[in-house]
C-alpha cells in the first residue's frame, strides 16, 4: 500500500531525521574520543569524564531527544490507520526517552559541569548528580532512558511493511530494538556496553534511512495550490 504523507509530515519527518542522524553520529565520535583519551578522562567506558567530555558528549545528546521525539511524532503521521497503534507506542516510549535524558543531560550541563570548573565537585550536595558510568544514579537513569528508545524504535519498524527504503529503515528500527536487553542490563554487567556499541550503527543507520525515506516522500506530494474565488 503507497503512503503520500502531505508535505508537512514529509519535510518535518525528513529534517527531524536528518538532526537526529547529525546528533547521533556526532555522540559516537565524541564517544571514540573520549573512550580513547582523547577528551582528557583515563580512556575506557569506565572512565568519569572531564569537563570538556561531558560538553562534548551530552550537547548533541541533548538535542538528540527532541529530534527524535519530532521524528516519531512525523512516523506517526506517516503511518496508514492500521498501522498507527505501532507508531503510537512509538511516540510514547520516545517521550519517556526524551524526558529521561533531557532532564539528566540538562543537569549535568547546567549544574555539575559548573561546579566541576569551579573546584566544588567535591561537596556533599552534588554526589547523587555526578554521572560516573556503571556506579551511579543518573547513570542508571541513563540507560533507562536509551532503553525507552530502543522500545520505540522497536514498536515504530511495524508501521513500516514495503520493500527498498521501507525495508531498509524496518531492519535498521528492529536491530536498535534489539539493542534493549544490552542497554538495561549493563548496570549489572558493565561488559555488555561492548554489544551495546552496535547502537552507534543501528541508530544512525534507522534515521538516515529515514531521512531518505521522508525525502522521497517530499518530492513525491504535489505542492497544495489555491483555488481563487471569483466573484
Not at 531525521?17 to 556526532?26: D, G, N, R
Not at 549544574?111 to 548528580?129: C, M, W
Amino acid at each position: 500500500m503507497e503512503i503520500t504523507p502531505s508535505r508537512t509530515v514529509s519535510r518535518l519527518g525528513f529534517w527531524s531525521a536528518l538532526f537526529a542522524a547529525l546528533f547521533s553520529v556526532s555522540y559516537v565520535v565524541a564517544q571514540v574520543a573520549e573512550w580513547l583519551g582523547l577528551l582528557g578522562s583515563a580512556g575506557g567506558p569506565e572512565s568519569t569524564s572531564t569537563p570538556l567530555g561531558l560538553v562534548v558528549l551530552l550537547t548533541p545528546s541533548l538535542f538528540l531527544g527532541t529530534a527524535f521525539a519530532i521524528l516519531m511524532v512525523s512516523v506517526h503521521y506517516y503511518a496508514p490507520d492500521d498501522r498507527k497503534i505501532w507508531s503510537h507506542l512509538g511516540v510514547v516510549f520516545a517521550t519517556i526517552y526524551a524526558v529521561l535524558i533531557s532532564i539528566n543531560y540538562y543537569v549535568q550541563l547546567t549544574f555539575v559541569l559548573p561546579r566541576l570548573l569551579d573546584g566544588t565537585a567535591e561537596s556533599v550536595r552534588l554526589q547523587p548528580f555526578l554521572f560516573v558510568p556503571f556506579d551511579s544514579f543518573l547513570y542508571s537513569v541513563d540507560l533507562l532512558g536509551y532503553s525507552f528508545m530502543s522500545l520505540a524504535t522497536l514498536f515504530a519498524a511495524f508501521v513500516f511493511t514495503g520493500p527498498g527504503i521501507e525495508r531498509a529503515v524496518r531492519l535498521f528500527l528492529i536491530a536498535n530494538g534489539l539493542v534493549l536487553p544490552f542497554l538495561a542490563l549493563q548496570i549489572y554487567y558493565p561488559p555488555l556496553i561492548w554489544i551495546a556499541s552496535v547502537w552507534a550503527v543501528t541508530f544512525p543507520g534507522a534515521t538516515i534511512a529515514l531521512a531518505v525515506l521522508f525525502r522521497r516522500a517530499a518530492r513525491a506530494t504535489p505542492e497544495a495550490t489555491v483555488t481563487p474565488v471569483t466573484g
